[in-house]
């Protein structure tokens, strides 16, 4: 079958559509709390929620990788899935007893977030902490199964009974529910997940099974994709972290707005290339760079023109959609936007020689200015914010980014391309 002009298997066309089902059910939980929230909560119990909710998903980028890399290994690896898996399982038990006390000491000291509720705080972010990255190990067993839309169907599910959940208790206007009401939602979701997975994937959890070497093994074959991670929560993560120390709550809330909004589209839009993973690791195991290259280039060009095609949205009708959303307008909130929606296209765009390299273990380079760039944005944005409010931080990531990765990724993936060819007809018959 035929999609954007790129011959693509049922299986893949599948897992798009329910992936993008997934994407809208997730955009319309966003689309449809988020101002409901705004308007229940004061200005600091939303900005609490919004900053706890950072936290969570940069915390969560510490699995140190292992969930990305056991995707690829048991792709390649299958028959030592219960010792992987096992020990990822017990060894993330473990960071949970370790991320406790000091979430208790960085609340209970206002490091990272001002409230009465430090205990809870703490108490509840470690568990949605672990809860996220147990979910993710049963998801990407799926995944390794190519058994992505079954993923995404869950999520479905899942997405729907947290937006009722949160709905019906954010009328008590306190963020320590809400987060409660989320860990209860995740006991059905990872249960669900880790029933389907065990019927498409032969594997067993058992403390028997864990290993040590086989943890410390995973954790070497898994620090570059671990590191990467840390780079993605730095860049899309960290910034409402930091503004929450130098800026008011109501710039906090604003920046919180806006950067959810766009997040929907970013996530829909990733969606093209992030679900080939699988499908490129196995032709990368047999081999078939002519075919490779070839995609690489065909979704590059389709997912560009993709991306003008919903940056002139954006900047026209989608901004008075955000006005009309949010209930939020004037000039800085209006460049925030536009400045937001451009770095959010150009990091879709980047994305696709991203998700390449990832899959063929490429990611080394990549990963460090990943890093970089993330710092930078960050270093860029801290210096820009006096002279121009909140839009300066955007403005610090979109000049890191174009100074880093965006040039980088695609030039080494193509340079690898006429590598990995020119090796393989070389090679003697």
């Given at each position: 079958?035929?999609?954007?002009?790129?011959?693509?298997?049922?299986?893949?066309?599948?897992?798009?559509?329910?992936?993008?089902?997934?994407?809208?059910?997730?955009?319309?939980?966003?689309?449809?709390?988020?101002?409901?929230?705004?308007?229940?909560?004061?200005?600091?119990?939303?900005?609490?929620?919004?900053?706890?909710?950072?936290?969570?998903?940069?915390?969560?980028?510490?699995?140190?990788?292992?969930?990305?890399?056991?995707?690829?290994?048991?792709?390649?690896?299958?028959?030592?899935?219960?010792?992987?898996?096992?020990?990822?399982?017990?060894?993330?038990?473990?960071?949970?007893?370790?991320?406790?006390?000091?979430?208790?000491?960085?609340?209970?000291?206002?490091?990272?977030?001002?409230?009465?509720?430090?205990?809870?705080?703490?108490?509840?972010?470690?568990?949605?902490?672990?809860?996220?990255?147990?979910?993710?190990?049963?998801?990407?067993?799926?995944?390794?199964?190519?058994?992505?839309?079954?993923?995404?169907?869950?999520?479905?599910?899942?997405?729907?009974?947290?937006?009722?959940?949160?709905?019906?208790?954010?009328?008590?206007?306190?963020?320590?529910?809400?987060?409660?009401?989320?860990?209860?939602?995740?006991?059905?979701?990872?249960?669900?997940?880790?029933?389907?997975?065990?019927?498409?994937?032969d594997f067993v959890i058992s403390i028997h099974q864990f290993s040590w070497?086989?943890?410390?093994?995973?954790?070497?074959?898994?620090?570059?994709?671990?590191?990467?991670?840390?780079?993605?929560?730095?860049?899309?993560?960290?910034?409402?972290?930091?503004?929450?120390?130098?800026?008011?709550?109501?710039?906090?809330?604003?920046?919180?707005l806006v950067t959810r909004f766009l997040d929907v589209v970013r996530m829909?839009?990733?969606?093209?290339?992030?679900?080939?993973?699988?499908?490129?690791?196995?032709?990368?195991?047999?081999?078939?760079?002519?075919?490779?290259?070839?995609?690489?280039?065909?979704?590059?060009?389709?997912?560009?023109?993709?991306?003008?095609?919903?940056?002139?949205?954006?900047?026209?009708?989608?901004?008075?959609?955000?006005?009309?959303?949010?209930?939020?307008?004037?000039?800085?909130?209006?460049?925030?936007?536009?400045?937001?929606?451009?770095?959010?296209?150009?990091?879709?765009?980047?994305?696709?020689?991203?998700?390449?390299?990832?899959?063929?273990?490429?990611?080394?380079?990549?990963?460090?200015?990943?890093?970089?760039?993330?710092?930078?944005?960050?270093?860029?944005?801290?210096?820009?914010?006096?002279?121009?409010?909140?839009?300066?931080?955007?403005?610090?990531?979109?000049?890191?980014?174009?100074?880093?990765?965006?040039?980088?990724?695609?030039?080494?993936?193509?340079?690898?391309?006429?590598?990995?060819?020119?090796?393989?007809?070389?090679?003697?018959?």
């Open positions: 079958m035929k999609f954007l002009g790129i011959q693509f298997s049922r299986q893949y066309l599948v897992n798009l559509v329910t992936t993008f089902l997934s994407q809208a059910c997730s955009a319309g939980l966003i689309i449809l709390l988020i101002p409901v929230l705004n308007e229940r909560f004061s200005i600091e119990e939303f900005s609490n929620y919004g900053v706890l909710l950072n936290i969570i998903l940069f915390t969560s980028a510490f699995d140190l990788g292992l969930n990305l890399g056991l995707m690829r290994r048991l792709i390649q690896e299958p028959l030592r899935a219960s010792v992987l898996v096992s020990s990822s399982f017990f060894f993330y038990l473990l960071l949970f007893l370790i991320a406790f006390p000091v979430f208790l000491w960085l609340y209970h000291s206002k490091l990272l977030v001002n409230g009465a509720h430090f205990f809870a705080y703490a108490l509840l972010t470690s568990l949605l902490v672990l809860q996220t990255v147990v979910a993710a190990l049963f998801d990407v067993i799926l995944h390794s199964a190519n058994k992505i839309f079954i993923c995404k169907l869950i999520r479905i599910g899942k997405t729907t009974l947290e937006f009722i959940v949160l709905y019906y208790c954010s009328t008590e206007g306190s963020a320590v529910l809400l987060l409660l009401a989320s860990s209860v939602v995740n006991v059905l979701y990872i249960g669900t997940l880790f029933f389907f997975s065990k019927k498409e994937a070497v086989a943890l410390v093994d995973h954790i070497r074959y898994s620090f570059w994709y671990f590191l990467n991670a840390i780079s993605v929560v730095i860049v899309f993560n960290s910034q409402i972290i930091l503004l929450n120390h130098l800026i008011t709550k109501a710039e906090v809330a604003n920046y919180f829909g839009a990733t969606n093209f290339t992030i679900i080939l993973f699988p499908t490129l690791a196995q032709q990368e195991v047999r081999g078939e760079w002519k075919q490779l290259r070839a995609t690489y280039f065909k979704v590059l060009k389709s997912v560009f023109f993709l991306c003008v095609g919903i940056l002139l949205f954006l900047l026209t009708a989608g901004k008075m959609v955000f006005t009309y959303w949010s209930g939020q307008s004037g000039e800085e909130i209006e460049q925030l936007f536009t400045l937001f929606s451009v770095f959010t296209l150009l990091i879709v765009l980047d994305n696709v020689s991203a998700v390449f390299l990832h899959a063929f273990r490429l990611n080394k380079g990549q990963t460090i200015l990943s890093i970089g760039q993330g710092l930078m944005g960050l270093l860029i944005g801290y210096f820009l914010l006096p002279s121009y409010g909140i839009v300066g931080m955007t403005i610090g990531s979109i000049i890191a980014l174009l100074t880093t990765n965006f040039i980088y990724n695609p030039t080494y993936l193509i340079w690898q391309f006429k590598k990995k060819i020119a090796t393989k007809h070389e090679l003697p018959i």
